[in-house]
């Protein structure tokens, strides 16, 4: 069995009564592709925070590279791109280059000086993402997908093991959102586990190795053959079962 | 010039305001990003409180004003943190009892009427040489903090919740900021007086941040404002005799407004967008 990345284990979770999330329990192991489908609302977003500890579960556990989530300290491990990542205040003074320094962070100790090869590492992601040309440039002149693939940059930087992105492609065009998947599928064959969450289930890539479909609770966690195998009984296309044969 | 560089009280001043500037205007780039501005604003009130108290029992203004300050600033996060009080409405509750108990103080005791007013305005040319070294420790610590968290602070003022998934202590900074505010008013009130403690503290960035460039050369371009003001202010103040306090604001002030008009007129000319074309 391929080393456990995150380990949630009949996880619910409530922001007042009633529970968004409800006896979730699911395994990413190292190496997967998962795309967490779910519609508007269904808790995916609160999923993903409680994947990162950002939410305590009422109930249940998480474990993030075998360790519960309280003792884990190994961030640099992992890379994040929250939902509306790309919502920057017109007026917030950052270039590229420092947005994708903030990834390098977990790696360092106070005073966190940076080091030739912090600078090299930031150059890498930036080509890595194709975005080299852009890194003096203020990240809100840039147009959506550029914006995120400098996010991408900056989660990637620290050399995680896993990166997980809140439904990145809201908002960029169709030409964009294909090089965007054609990117992770780059990364994933480099051996970075990767959690992609969206609720357009009509356009989730082909390149997803698991589905997790949520709706509160856990509707459906499997590979891609055996959910477009019970999607026959839907009416949806999915792009993922149309080219995923 | 040179010659008013040979008095130490204005040697003393010089170093002091523009220790004090560059604490002001590097904390108020964060504070601005983060929209905590006029936390500084609220925590002057509730200085005044510590001065007035000060005054009526006979301890050192800047001391009970330090000692006001910081109480308050911890109050202001223990009720946001406790009760389900916004961050803003504790600034303003807690701020104008303290602002209340100064002025009640200030009318029962009526002898100190005036030693209050020149710590409101301030009068950096006539305070004593233990309030200048403590105004400058207090800005170096501010200094110094900012050096050693610096990038933390910018990520949080990005997104906090990244921040913290970069194993980033995010309450942790989020307090300090409250704090060092509390302590830099402090030391700033010497300098410009607590009716104008803040205006280093939001002026000098808001020109900055107009320039549209860097996080990096914001806080320069901050700093430089800020230090800038202070000189001239402490110069106009040494041969013409203005009140130095109202001369540093007004400089701020009018730094703001060209740049501004400035960037009216150059978005006017060159009204050809930046289009970063390769994607
Ligand atoms: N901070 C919050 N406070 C209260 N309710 C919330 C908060 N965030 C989300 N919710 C609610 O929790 C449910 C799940 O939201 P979310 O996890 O964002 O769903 P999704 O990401 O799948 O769209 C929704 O009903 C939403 O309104
Ligand atoms: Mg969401």
Known sequence: ?245 | MIEMLTYPFMQKAFLTGILVAIACAALGTYLILKKFSLIGDGLAHIAFGGIATGLLFGITPFISSLIFALIGSISILKLKEKTAIHADTAIGIISHASLGLGIFIASIARGFNTDILSYLFGSILAIKDSDLILSTILALSVIAFILLYNKDLFYVTFDEESAKVSGINTNFLNSMLIILTAITIVSSMNVVGLLLASALIIIPPSSALQLKTSFKKTILWAITFAILSIIIGLVTAYYLDYAVSGTIVLINTLIFLIIMTYKKFENYFNSKKINYSNS
Not at chain 1, 3 to 30: G, M, R
Not at chain 1, 37 to 65: A, C, D, Y
Not at chain 1, 154 to 168: H, M, R, T, Y
């Open chain 1, 1 to 245: 069995m391929k080393e456990e990345i995150i380990n949630i284990n009949d996880v619910s979770f409530a922001y007042s009564k009633q529970d968004v999330v409800k006896n979730i329990t699911l395994t990413i192991h190292k190496g997967e592709f998962v795309g967490l489908i779910g519609p508007n609302g269904s808790g995916k977003t609160t999923l993903l925070k409680i994947m990162l500890g950002l939410l305590e579960p009422n109930k249940g556990s998480v474990k993030l590279f075998d360790k519960p989530i309280k003792k884990f300290k190994d961030w640099s491990k992992i890379g994040y791109v929250p939902q509306k990542a790309t919502n920057i205040d017109k007026n917030f003074p950052a270039t590229v280059q420092e947005i994708v320094l903030m990834g390098l962070l977990s790696t360092k100790k106070i005073p966190k000086i940076i080091t030739q090869k912090d600078n090299q590492k930031i150059q890498n992601a930036l080509e890595l993402t194709n975005i080299t040309n852009l890194s003096k440039a203020r990240i809100t002149d840039l147009s959506g997908g550029q914006q995120q693939r400098a996010l991408i940059a900056k989660a990637l930087v620290s050399n995680p093991l896993i990166i997980l992105l809140d439904e990145p492609t809201t908002g960029v065009d169709q030409k964009t959102q294909e090089n965007f998947y054609k990117l992770l599928a780059k990364l994933n064959k480099k051996g970075i586990t990767i959690v992609l969450v969206t609720h357009d289930i009509g356009r989730i890539t082909r390149n997803v190795t698991k589905v997790a479909s949520i709706n509160q609770k856990l509707t459906f966690f499997g590979n891609h053959k055996e959910f477009c195998a019970k999607d026959k009984n839907h009416p949806h296309e999915h792009t993922l079962c149309i080219h995923g044969e």
